[in-house]
Every structure is written in structure tokens, then in C-alpha cells.
């Protein structure tokens, strides 16, 4: 009875040792595949992905607190996300308006900058609407607005430089573009 005692408590060792040593073995490759792939959403290199898979599989448990304290914070993912992001933020401040004087920002409807009192924009003298100054061309009639352009920031037609307008047109433009855009008195008193 003692025999056969010792032989099943022999059994059940041998198959707990077993169990152990299954349990270990598929832990110390799934550390092996966990670091294969933690690394590979970090960094495209691949002498760094075999070093570090290498490393947790040479040494299990410190080579996987080592690969913890020396791999990249960041994954692809965020990386590429934070990218975006950025390119994102920039594409909506180079949305925004500004004054092409000052740099503050502006709005579409606005005449003239509330900081610089430039003026954003002017009557075009083909058709007479309102355009901003980045503009190459009437958006409204497609008049070239490099013979048209602001002078000094006014707002003026520089019609004095075309051969085919005389002094007189260019004059009346001018008055036109002055009526048409200035702030009415009360506003210009207030400055």
C-alpha cells in the first residue's frame, strides 16, 4: 500500500512538474510573440524588432523588463495620429483669414482690420464688387487685379499705370473705390 502511495504521489508530481513546465514554456513564448508585435507597432526596423524578440526569448523575465524600459513610447499609430492632427491644425489656421498687413485674424465680411485699419478689401473696377487682396482676379467678372491693386494700402485702382485709361477714369474709379469702402464718419471719428 505504501508502494503504491508513493507511486500515484510520484504520478501526480510528475504530471503538476509537467503542467509547469507546458505552463512556462507557453508564457515564454507568448512573451516572445507579445514583444514581437509590441515592437513592430513602434518601429519599422527590423534589426530592433529581431534584437528585442531576442532578447525577451534569451532572458524571459529581464529581457522583458528590459525591452519595457528601453522601447519607444509612442506606437506607429499615435505617431501617424499626432501627424494629422498637426497637419490638421495647420490646414485650419491657414483657413483662417487674416489681415494682410498685421496677421490677426479676420473675418470674410469685414472691410477693414480692427487692429491696423487696413483695408481688407476693394471694388473692383470692372464690375465694382468687393474683393480681397490675395485674390489674382475678380472672382465676380475675372478682371486681372494685377492692373488693379491696392496703393499704398488704400484700396485705390492703380489705373494711372495702364496706357489704355486716362487720368479722369482712374480719378472717378478712385472716388468710387473711396465712397464705396470707407467707414462712414462716425467711425472714422472714433479713431
Not at 528590459?66 to 509612442?74: A, C, F, H
Not at 499615435?78 to 485674424?105: H, I, K, N
Not at 472691410?111 to 473696377?125: D, E, G, P, T, V
Request: net charge negative; hydrophobic share 45%.
Amino acid at each position: 500500500m505504501l508502494a503504491e502511495l508513493s507511486n500515484t504521489i510520484a504520478t501526480l508530481i510528475g504530471i503538476f512538474v509537467a503542467l509547469l513546465g507546458a505552463f512556462l514554456f507557453a508564457f515564454w513564448i507568448a512573451m516572445g510573440i507579445w514583444t514581437f508585435n509590441d515592437i513592430r507597432s513602434r518601429t519599422r526596423d527590423w534589426l530592433a524588432i529581431v534584437l528585442a524578440s531576442l532578447l525577451v526569448l534569451v532572458f524571459p523575465l529581464v529581457g522583458l523588463v528590459l525591452y519595457i524600459m528601453v522601447r519607444p513610447r509612442d506606437t506607429l499609430a499615435d505617431v501617424f495620429d499626432r501627424a494629422l492632427e498637426e497637419e490638421s491644425l495647420l490646414r485650419e489656421l491657414e483657413a483662417t483669414l487674416s489681415c494682410y498687413s498685421c496677421g490677426l485674424p479676420v473675418q470674410e465680411s469685414w472691410n477693414f482690420c480692427s487692429n491696423c485699419h487696413s483695408q481688407l478689401r476693394f471694388a473692383c473696377a470692372s464690375c465694382g464688387k468687393a474683393m480681397r487682396h490675395e485674390w489674382s482676379i475678380c472672382v465676380h467678372c475675372g478682371a486681372d487685379q494685377l492692373e488693379q491693386g491696392p496703393m499704398g494700402g488704400e484700396g485705390q485702382i492703380n489705373s494711372g499705370n495702364r496706357p489704355d485709361v486716362s487720368a479722369a477714369e482712374a480719378n472717378a474709379a478712385r472716388m468710387e473705390v473711396e465712397t464705396r469702402f470707407r467707414p462712414s464718419q462716425e467711425s472714422s471719428s472714433r479713431r
